[in-house]
């Protein structure tokens, strides 16, 4: 008896051992196919939210004591706007989101990229007829969900999560001076 233990136990501790060892290799081979895939849907996203840029460089710089990555657009010489990706709590988990805000502190653009919230009501958010309602807001909106932000039905905190990723991109805009 006690020796059958001993064997199913040993058994199942190399079936273990395999199947993390698989697993670890498939996330090696995979990672840079991963990484190459999100980058082309940032770059999509960029074109997106500031359609205005011809063409965008990745920058980063200290704001605040944290190191703030984002993308400078430009056009025909010029700088058009910038592009900085958020992330905010919602209701389901992370918020992933691009803010496009122009060279005068107004938003073009803001894309979802990741949202786990609840199907029918929270994953509105990625919807182009809610986000819409961000555009032209600057650093001085107040952006409050059933105030200054029309919310969605049953997903307050999904609407509040968008709009403080928004203001937090608008602020860090500021911070930049660019």
Same mark, same amino acid.
């Given at each position: 008896? $006690?020796?059958?233990?001993?064997?199913?136990? *040993?058994?199942?501790?190399?079936?273990?051992?395999?199947?993390?060892?698989?697993?670890?290799?498939?996330?090696?081979?995979?990672?840079?196919?991963?990484?190459?895939?999100?980058?082309?849907?940032?770059?999509?996203?960029?074109?997106?939210?500031?359609?205005?840029?011809?063409?965008?460089?990745?920058?980063?710089?200290?704001?605040?004591?944290?190191? +703030? &990555?984002?993308?400078?657009?430009?056009? &025909?010489? @010029?700088?058009? @706007?910038?592009?900085?990706? +958020?992330? =905010?709590?919602?209701?389901?988990?992370?918020?992933? #989101?691009?803010?496009?805000?122009? #060279?005068? %502190?107004? +938003?073009?653009? $803001? =894309?979802?990229?990741?949202? &786990?919230?609840?199907? %029918?009501? %929270?994953?509105?958010?990625?919807?182009?007829?809610?986000?819409? !309602?961000?555009?032209?807001?600057?650093?001085?909106?107040? *952006?409050?969900?059933?105030?200054?932000? !029309?919310?969605? /039905? %049953?997903? /307050?905190?999904?609407? !509040?999560?968008?709009?403080?990723?928004?203001?937090?991109?608008? !602020?860090?805009?500021?911070?930049?001076?660019?």
């Amino acid at each position: 008896m $006690v020796k059958d233990i001993i064997k199913f136990g *040993l058994f199942l501790t190399i079936v273990s051992v395999i199947a993390a060892g698989s697993l670890s290799i498939t996330y090696i081979l995979c990672s840079p196919k991963i990484a190459v895939e999100k980058e082309k849907e940032m770059e999509a996203s960029l074109a997106k939210v500031l359609p205005a840029a011809a063409s965008f460089e990745k920058a980063k710089r200290l704001v605040d004591g944290k190191e +703030v &990555n984002y993308y400078i657009g430009s056009s &025909n010489g @010029g700088k058009v @706007g910038v592009v900085l990706a +958020v992330s =905010k709590a919602g209701y389901g988990g992370l918020i992933e #989101m691009v803010v496009a805000i122009d #060279m005068t %502190g107004k +938003v073009t653009g $803001v =894309k979802v990229l990741r949202l &786990n919230e609840t199907p %029918g009501l %929270g994953l509105k958010a990625a919807e182009e007829k809610f986000l819409s !309602q961000f555009r032209g807001r600057s650093a001085e909106s107040r *952006l409050k969900a059933k105030y200054d932000v !029309q919310a969605l /039905t %049953g997903a /307050t905190i999904t609407t !509040q999560a968008v709009a403080d990723g928004v203001k937090e991109a608008l !602020q860090t805009f500021r911070k930049l001076k660019l």
